[in-house]
């Protein structure tokens, strides 16, 4: 007889693929349907488990020994590249592996990374608000959403300006690295590509802060000290695409869902033009509403259980963040978009060794250009082109968002 934790549940009667178009537009019904049908089930693409419930995904995500990242560092390391350096950064590590270079990265990734970037913060902000242009369409992704996260990121990495771009290139290249098969040689080819020159890139930073240190992140990296270790080159370079994977899509996909929030709700913006005071809880609702990282993944590292479902080992498991900041347990009223709602926080960055180490510089960059959105426009009406939502597990978001700002 099953135990309680075994109950049987009815199945959903097809199998679900969540990178059919319709999902992409709208995942949230599925999702729902999901925690209340099959909280633990296979679904397509490749037959990967999905995890549905708020429950569920923080039990796996607070038990890194039978739910691991390190799981997928081979598939970092196909026979077809050896120097992607992603495969050795703490994304993809299990402790202790992961404790001492997360202590290491910690040295350096603190408060002082929030001190000295917020200048350059508002000054992106001040640009994009001003090249917006006045009642004419433009796509919020490439006006909005793309220039705060690129330039960031091109300050954190140490890179100069005119390289900035190359970054949203590189990124949304290497999000493709995991779906090259062992017979793609073209694909392969232009993987090593991008990798060869983004590394090229990141090595020249590195051996310049090495030669003269300064006060900027990555001289803190390649001086951080911890039980007399420091970071080695391959770790370095770990870090570096790390960022680079971890911090561009998701916070560019955190500005186009809160523009498109405004325009969906035009009474939200005048509530924040004239209470300036909600812009923070506006945007913790908004990453909860549409978690930008809307799918992490982890693999068994034994036969176990979750949810009443036996789980092999072995086994892919996407946790569904969009789906866990929607269930009941999370929050009340969870479908519904709510400024005011002051708790919980913090589970659309992750929970337990691997949360988020940008979340407080995604909530600084979101904050500023949304002030300087606000203050020059008093409303987002829409454009004449659809929107296009991208076709990911990880991330969500659009790609086109066209849209016309007004100061009316
Ligand atoms: C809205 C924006 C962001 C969201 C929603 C987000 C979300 C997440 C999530 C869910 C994880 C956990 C992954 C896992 O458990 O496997 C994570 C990890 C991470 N994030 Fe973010 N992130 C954002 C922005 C950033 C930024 C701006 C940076 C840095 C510039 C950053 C750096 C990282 C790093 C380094 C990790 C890996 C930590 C580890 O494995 O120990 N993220 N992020």
Known sequence: MDSPRFTRRAPMSERINLLAPEVRANPYPLYARLR???????????????????EDVMYVLKHPQLFSSEGFRQAYRPAWISNYPLADSALVMDPPRHTRLRGLINRAFGTSVLTRIEPRVREIAATIAANLPEGQEVDFVEAFSVPMPMGVLGELLGLAPEVHPLLVRWAQHLAQFTSIGPADTARQEAMRATVNEARGHFERVLAERRRHPGDDLMSDLVQARMDGESLSDTELLGFMFLLLIGGLETTLHLMSHVALRLHLQPELMTLLREQPALVPRFIEEALRHEPPAQ?????????????????????????LMGSATRDEAYCADPDRFDPHRTAPQNLPFGHGIHFCLGSQLARLEARLSLEALLARFTRLS??????????????????RLPLVAHVD
């Open 36 to 54: 209340q049908h099959a909280p633990v089930s296979q679904v397509d693409p490749g037959g990967i488990w999905a995890v549905s419930r708020y």
């Open 295 to 319: 799918g992490v993944m982890r693999l068994t590292s034994e036969e176990t259980e979750l949810g009443g479902v036996r789980l092999p080992r072995g086994v892919r498991m996407l946790l």
């Open 382 to 399: 829409a454009g004449t082109q659809p929107i296009q939502w991208n076709s990911s597990l990880i991330v969500r978001g659009p790609t």
